[in-house]
């Protein structure tokens, strides 16, 4: 049995941050990619950035230069740190974990930026 276990969102003014922090559990073998997406309200879930076991990023476009994943791999933990935040960043941002046979979801941590 797989776990994530999220932590960090919460409520910041426009141009603040956060880090979000999440942490894998359970019989993990191999890790194909860690990463994060979001859904704002009434929108579909959007992916937000992924590392990979080699430890190569990818980010989407609107949070370039804005976010860096990050993570630890004795803690089999990855981060989001987030700067420059955006009201247009309000959202509940969940952590993916990508394993050879099965994907696996946190329960989504809240973000809200005002502005």
């Known amino acids: 049995q797989v776990q994530l276990v999220e932590s960090g969102g919460g409520l910041v003014q426009a141009g603040g941050s956060l880090r979000l922090s999440c942490a894998a559990s359970g019989s993990i073998f191999s890790i194909n990619f860690m990463g994060w997406s979001r859904q704002a309200p009434g929108k579909q879930r959007e992916f937000v950035a992924a590392?990979?076991?080699?430890?190569?990023?990818n980010y989407a476009d609107s949070v370039k230069g804005r976010f860096t994943i990050s993570r630890d791999n004795a803690k089999n933990t990855v981060y989001l740190q987030m700067n420059s935040l955006k009201p247009e960043d309000t959202a509940v941002y969940y952590c993916?974990?990508?394993?050879?046979?099965?994907?696996?979801w946190g329960q989504g941590t809240q973000v809200t930026v005002s502005s």
């Open positions: 590392m990979t076991r080699s430890g190569s990023t």
């Open positions: 993916r974990l990508s394993l050879p046979r099965s994907d696996y």
